[in-house]
């Protein structure tokens, strides 16, 4: 096969940071995709709907002439979230989730929920008028090894959520590991996840061995390789739990291998294509469009795109770096070939 043609798909987990970095990260994110997610984790977070307001027209102001791409709301969770804000979150048409983050598990998330038990009043009111939860699901306990995090999350709070609120519609953002993958394989079909590339391209070894790798430092962490297997066995199964999450995450080159570096994998450039990749791979290309363009709509109850996508088979590298704000960013793939190339 040397090209396939499918529904445009979405993204349903990204990052555009804000400003000036805007006007790198709105065209990338539009490229190919017809909607994306878009998480809150600003400084400050997005927590309001006026906040996120505001921001989505930040973001539409820095979409190219002539393209069309919809961002979708996300409003971040704090301690402090009222059950007013989540009401007035599913009037207003343009937010269509709400975000977990415990507090200090990622990038600005020290505004992050302390206790699951302090928002139990907001994921009440939110499974009543059916607004989305996505969850960033690691445990931050510093006794918990970085590698078992998602696990215990699952044993720790996952379950409990879903038993208490089985009506809530949550996905399980950026799942990393085979434990994931069986607990939203076997949870109700209020449960779903997303998966990113880079889990399913790389693995901890990757990152690790022959020195590091900082520009596949990401959280949650790679994992071993028997769960990138299973994710990669989950996205190409065509269960319809699992769709297309990017979390596509902009650091400078500068921040990413500076002593302290900082956590993302910035996809974007090449997207679709690395999906693509894993996908030709597994010999199961029939079932990316399930994956890229249908699961995750279908989740969220919006329309497929209207437009379809066609992705050749040919092969071209992925740039070292590209301009971002006043220094430069490094893509995920930098320098490797991809087989597979979309062309607009």
Known sequence: MDQISIIQPDDWHLHLRDNEALATTVPAAARGFGRGIVMPNLSPPVTTVAAAKAYRERILANLPVGVSWEPLMVLYLTDN???????????????HGCKYYPAGATTNSDSGVTDLANINPVLETMQEVGMVLQLHGEVTDCAIDIFDREAVFIERHLQRIVDDFPQLKMVFEHITTSQGVQFVTSAPENVAATITPQHLLYNRNDMLVGGIKPHLFCLPVLKRNTHQQ???EAATSGNKKFFLGTDSAPHSKNDKESSCGCAGCFSH???IELYTEVFDQAGALDKLEAFASKNGADFYQLPYNKTSITIRRKAWNIPMSLPFTDSEIVPLGAGNTVNWKFEQ
């Open 81 to 95: 979230t009222s059950v007013d804000e989540i009401r007035r979150a599913a009037e207003c048409g343009f937010i």
């Open 269 to 271: 450039p090449a997207a």
């Open 230 to 232: 299973s994710l990669i």
